[in-house]
């Protein structure tokens, strides 16, 4: 099962709370990349890693948000200080490098109370 | 900046019917537009590209650049059809998929 991978599948977090969402992209895929999708929305772009460099981070809301990539292997992203609007599914992807088809993850679905 | 506009929410049709999903983009230059689709309980998939130029699944889709827009047919539905379909676009030079909202459509048997 080669496929993008991430967890947790489903994470209900208190407002306030730190939360870590995990991505486990394709294996060799250069790419990897984060979007929000809320409900109803087409999915937005958060964050764009080349191996571990962070080549555009344009769609973060706001500084609460942070992404990594230390390895050029597994990302995470995490919210601080979660609130109600950042309730959404996270999804990440992965190519196996500029203009190759992106391949998506399952979601991370984040429901902040 | 970019924008892509799927102005169907849903859409609703009978197998054997033909289908057109709508798709409107809004950029000065050459974008690559995408169609991608969700089954029930999958993930997010590549459906076509337009530089491929290839029908999948019965589905093609031509970019008019003219009418900036990127639709994607289909001549006869089927059941297994019935999906949430996202019209998407990069630009040159950049990796991110800008994606519409979605267009949910429903084959009726």
């Known amino acids: 099962g080669a496929g993008v991978s991430q967890s947790p599948r489903y994470k209900v977090a208190k407002r306030g709370q730190d939360v870590a969402l995990r991505c486990d992209p394709i294996s060799g895929h250069v790419s990897l990349f984060w979007y929000q999708q809320a409900l109803g929305q087409g999915p937005e772009f958060l964050t764009y890693?080349?191996?571990?460099?962070?080549?555009?981070k344009s769609g973060l809301p706001s500084d609460r948000f942070f992404a990594e990539r230390p390895e050029g292997s597994v990302s995470t992203l995490k919210i601080q200080r979660t609130q109600q609007e950042d309730s959404a599914v996270y999804l990440c992807a992965s190519s196996m490098d500029r203009g190759n088809t992106i391949y998506f993850g399952e979601g991370s679905w984040l429901t902040v109370v | 900046a970019q924008r892509v506009t799927q102005p169907e929410k849903l859409l609703s049709v009978f197998k054997g019917a033909p289908v057109e999903l709508k798709c409107n983009y809004s950029y000065s230059g050459s974008p690559e537009l995408f169609w991608y689709v969700q089954y029930s309980r999958q993930r997010l998939q590549l459906l076509l590209r337009h530089i491929s130029r290839e029908s999948i699944k019965g589905f093609t889709a031509d970019l008019n650049k003219g009418e900036t827009s990127f639709h994607l047919k289909k001549p006869f539905a089927q059941e297994e059809d019935s999906a949430m379909y996202y019209c998407a676009l990069t630009i040159q030079g950049a990796q991110k998929l800008v994606f519409g909202q979605g267009t949910r459509l429903t084959i009726n048997p």
């Open positions: 890693f080349q191996n571990e460099a962070q080549l555009d």
